[in-house]
Nanobody
Framework: QVQMVESGGGLVQAGGSLRLSCVASGSIVSISAMGWYRQAPGKQRDLVAH???????NYADSVKGRFTISRGNAKNTVYLQMNDLKPEDTAVYSC??????????????WGQGTQVTVSS
């Protein structure tokens, strides 16, 4: 069993900031990558930011220069600092982990998501 606990979502005005946190726990024993995805109503879930175990990062073009993904001192944690938020950033943000458990060599695991709403 793998669980991701997400926090930090909420309602902010345009131009404001939020910091999302995610902690992976349970049977995960090795993590190769973590990231954040988002899904707005009526749209598919898209990558926001991604970070590997080697700390290489990748961002969606729409958030470059505004969002920063990072790993915590604990290797099972990941953060997403979101600055200069825009109404189009409104979505459910989900934490993603790729790694191994005691029973699966390479799996993909998702958190339940946290709502981010940006008012104009």
């Amino acid at each position: 069993q793998v669980q991701m606990v997400e926090s930090g979502g909420g309602l902010v005005q345009a131009g404001g900031s939020l910091r999302l946190s995610c902690v992976a726990s349970g049977s995960i024993v090795s993590i190769s990558a973590m990231g954040w995805y988002r899904q707005a109503p009526g749209k598919q879930r898209d990558l926001v930011a991604h970070i590997t175990s080697g700390r290489n990062t990748n961002y969606a073009d729409s958030v470059k220069g505004r969002f920063t993904i990072s790993r915590g001192n604990a290797k099972n944690t990941v953060y997403l600092q979101m600055n200069d938020l825009k109404p189009e950033d409104t979505a459910v943000y989900s934490c993603y982990v790729r790694g191994a458990t005691m029973t699966q060599y390479d799996g993909h695991y998702w958190g339940q998501g946290t709502q981010v709403t940006v008012s104009s």
